[in-house]
């Protein structure tokens, strides 16, 4: 079975300094993994997503992940964050043998000013 | 590209009424679609799979009888609520896939339900 933990429901960053939003999963096949971001009253966006080619995933907004297989970590991470990135992140993992993605808690970030 | 919409945005209906929430892939054919239902300060929890021209696959606990869903074209499914209750107050997104991207899931806006 799937799952998917993202180790911190809430993360507070000031603006100018790094993000890190910590995801791990657990799969039986070969995963594919995704971060996706929910803003206030907006859909769903994908940030990034890792499907089995480089292990360092570039994204939008300056975010980036690293798929670390020996940890089973997919940790987000931006040089330095702006107060635009205030938001809930989900990290997501699909199996590939469906279409069916589960869903980590999420993860509110809050930007200081 | 990849656009996908969800009409309405925000609904309120009273208790016992049923009530419809259309998701509409603009600018792509989407070969499946699926419904998600996120509550307060959670994950979203998928509701049902559905795939153009058959009936929809539902998760495990979600009353098929409650949220009927209709996929009848590539571009259109609709999620109908019948006879609410306030428990059935939340929030609803829908997304879809195409052919060409078979993980990857566009999402609609969500549609907020307020059951009165």
């Known amino acids: 079975a799937q799952s998917v933990t993202q180790l911190d429901s809430h993360v507070s960053v000031s603006e100018g300094t790094p993000v890190l939003l910590r995801c791990n999963y657990s799969?039986?096949?070969?995963?594919?993994l995704f971060w996706y971001v929910q803003h206030p009253n907006k859909g769903l966006q994908l940030l990034l997503k890792?499907?089995?080619?480089a292990t360092l995933v570039k994204g939008i907004n300056g975010f980036e992940a690293e798929f670390k297989k020996s940890e089973t970590s997919f940790h987000l991470t931006k040089p330095s964050a702006h107060m635009s990135d205030a938001a809930e992140y989900f990290c997501?993992?699909?199996?590939?043998?469906?279409?069916?993605?589960?869903w980590g808690a999420g993860t509110k970030l809050i930007i200081k000013p | 590209g990849a656009v996908v919409s969800q009409h309405p945005s925000r609904v309120i209906c009273k208790s016992g009424t049923s009530v419809k929430i259309e998701c509409r892939s603009l600018?792509?054919?989407?070969?499946?679609m699926f419904w998600y239902r996120q509550f307060p300060k959670k994950s979203l929890m998928l509701m049902a799979t559905?795939?153009?021209?058959?009936?929809?696959?539902?998760e495990q606990g979600v009353e098929k009888d409650k949220f009927l869903i209709n996929h009848a074209s590539l571009t259109l499914s609709t999620l109908t609520v019948t006879s609410a209750h306030p428990e059935d107050s939340s929030f609803y997104i829908c997304s879809a896939t195409s052919g060409t991207s078979l993980y990857e899931q566009y999402f609609g806006p969500g549609t907020r339900l307020t059951v009165t």
């Open positions: 600018d792509f054919q989407a070969t499946t």
């Open positions: 997501v993992v699909s199996d590939n043998s469906n279409y069916q993605l589960i």
């Open positions: 559905s795939n153009e021209g058959s009936k929809a696959t539902y």
């Open positions: 799969s039986s096949y070969s995963p594919s």
């Open positions: 890792y499907t089995s080619a």
